[in-house]
């Protein structure tokens, strides 16, 4: 029987190790929230949800906490976000799970904000912004004066509203999947290019600042912490064709873990067996 009971314990183990390490696969925790784009692959269908299992394969999962008070204050809500990006776009998956802490609303929209200023040294003096609604086309903005947005196509001159998303929510998470320019050049957008890093800047120092966040329309807030994003750059080996192999770049170490924790596994298993017959 005690033979039995170990054997059992030792079972499960091998179980829990497997499934442990399993949950992990392509989802990585973000130190700091330091946010690495992947190089699309697979295509995007801008539909505001993950439309089948390759679309957004291809991109790392980074656990992120949004917060009030930028960030600092509860309730703190466990969010994930999927990038990637082309030469011209830069492509968003974002789930943010609000179960137990808010009430989900159908009016509320995901936003992604950047404050800069061709000095970062001093204080920024130029804004952009994609609003991602659940309903209805999203908002390209500028022109932020730590209040109010103004919409880039009301804006003297106007710009062109370079945003394309949608999202949705289910009994746990709101999810929200879009699609923005690198660098369109309408006067009111950032201007980025594959392998920048923005969304640098810290404190004192108040340019360059990356902004993503959950609006509460009902209250008037705005879960939110700081992002910085570094996009990828074009693959230096052959071009591949778009709809690429599913990769995962830290799947190595993951399968030596498994490999490991398995083999040590089955080693008690059979020391046990030998040492009982
Ligand atoms: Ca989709
Ligand atoms: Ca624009
Ligand atoms: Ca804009």
């Given at each position: 029987m005690k033979r039995m009971k170990i054997v059992k314990y030792l079972t499960l183990l091998i179980f829990v190790n497997i499934l442990l390490i399993m949950s992990q696969i392509n989802e990585i925790e973000a130190a700091n929230f330091q946010i690495e784009s992947d190089w699309i692959k697979n295509p995007i269908?801008?539909?505001?949800?993950?439309?089948?299992?390759?679309?957004?394969?291809?991109a790392t999962a980074y656990k992120i906490i949004l917060g009030l008070n930028q960030g600092k204050s509860p309730p703190y809500l466990e969010s994930w976000i999927w990038t990637k990006n082309d030469n011209d776009n830069l492509y968003l998956l974002i789930r943010v799970e609000y179960i137990f802490k808010i009430t989900p609303d159908v009016e509320d929209p995901f936003l992604v904000y950047y404050l800069w200023s061709?000095?970062?040294?001093?204080?920024?003096d130029t804004s952009d912004a994609a609003k991602i609604h659940q309903m209805g086309s999203p908002t390209d903005l500028c022109l932020y004066d730590g209040t109010d947005w103004v919409d880039d196509t009301f804006a003297t001159p106007p710009g062109t509203n370079n945003v394309n998303g949608l999202g949705y929510y289910d009994s746990i998470f709101y999810w929200f999947e879009a699609t923005k320019s690198?660098?369109?050049?309408?006067?009111?957008d950032w201007s980025l290019a594959p392998g920048d890093t923005i969304g640098l800047g810290n404190t004192p120092q108040n340019s360059d600042l990356l902004y993503m966040g959950l609006y509460d329309d009902d209250k008037n807030e705005i879960y939110e912490t700081r992002i910085t994003l570094k996009l990828a750059e074009p693959p230096q080996e052959t071009r591949q064709p778009v709809g690429g192999e599913l990769t995962n770049k830290n799947m190595g170490p993951l399968v030596a873990q498994i490999t490991l924790g398995t083999l040590i596994s089955l080693f008690a298993l059979v020391l046990v067996y030998r040492i009982n017959h």
């Open positions: 269908k801008i539909d505001g949800e993950i439309t089948n299992t390759t679309e957004w394969a291809d061709q000095d970062p040294s001093t204080a920024w690198l660098n369109l050049g309408d006067g009111r």
